[in-house]
């Protein structure tokens, strides 16, 4: 009797780690299975986000009736970082401590391009990451061609020398000022300006200035001072610079932040770099 007892005994324990086993079994697999789900639903998220994003993009490509191709290369985006500068260069290079050094800007502080963005002031430049083998420099003491266009010229000139291939571009939309200017190693290839009158008009027009119909007007042509608002020819012109630009070089509005993240501009002090 004492026998079975103990064999009873035996048995129970037996049983009860077995059921204790397959307790400790069910509840892992049931972790496993909301871990999977959990991922799942996670990755589906993903998927709908990129999608998404694709369709934006496509759309925003649409648009600007550019081929979908081109979308990677050239940087187009929705939620351009700034919109339409009033004065820019892009500088055919690879390198912004180049182009910082030629600016001879003081203080340069390595920054994002939306830190660098928002830091532009009256006494500061942004030189940007390189963009499609262009660096964007974007400040408000960069030459005025309205204001003085000899020292916008010289300022260029010196720049070219230095680096390069140099743009620069500027637009006022409030009063229909413009201008766009190619050098290259201190050649003027292309050069026009208009503020109330054509103040420079050098080199042969370009493809893009034809492809884009831009009025280009030659000294003392049209009415001296003619307000924009009343000269079609002056107000689409400055509604095209940023399509020159795209022509050139690079449209800075469609410069696409998010590919940009990781890659670092310079901003700098203007007070020691006027141009000169």
Not at 6 to 28: C, K
Not at 105 to 120: I, K, Q
Not at 178 to 207: D, M, P, S
Request: net charge positive; with cysteine; hydrophobic share 45%.
């Amino acid at each position: 009797m004492i026998a079975a007892l103990l064999m009873s005994g035996v048995t129970a324990d037996v049983s009860g780690t077995s059921t204790a086993s397959q307790s400790h079994t069910a509840i892992v697999l049931l972790l496993l299975v909301l871990l999977g789900t959990v991922l799942l639903i996670g990755a589906a998220l993903a998927a709908v986000v990129r999608g998404y994003l694709r369709k934006r993009n496509a759309s925003a490509l649409a648009r600007r009736g550019r081929p979908l191709g081109e979308a990677r290369g050239a940087r187009l985006f929705q939620s351009p970082i700034f919109h339409c500068p009033n004065r820019w260069l892009a500088v055919k290079s690879n390198n912004p401590q180049a182009v910082q050094k030629a600016l001879g800007l003081h203080n340069p502080t390595p920054c994002s391009w939306t830190e660098g963005m928002a830091r532009v002031s009256d006494q500061k430049l942004f030189v940007s990451p390189p963009v499609n083998g262009w660096v964007l420099v974007v400040g408000s003491l960069l030459p005025d061609s309205s204001e003085d266009v000899d020292a916008c010229f010289r300022f260029l000139h010196r720049l070219s020398r230095e680096l390069g291939e140099v743009q620069f571009f500027s637009v006022n939309r409030a009063v229909g000022h413009h201008a766009w200017a190619r050098f290259e190693k201190g050649r003027v290839l292309r050069g026009y300006a208009w503020a109330g009158e054509t103040l420079w008009n050098q080199g042969i027009k370009t493809w893009g200035e034809r492809k884009l119909g831009l009025k280009c007007f030659a000294y003392f042509e049209g009415e001296p001072r003619a307000h924009f608002a009343q000269f079609e020819p002056v107000r689409a012109n400055a509604e095209k610079v940023l399509s020159l630009a795209s022509l050139w070089s690079v449209d800075p509005t469609s410069v696409d932040d998010s590919m940009l993240t990781d890659v670092f501009g310079i901003t700098g002090d203007l007070s020691q770099a006027r141009p000169r």
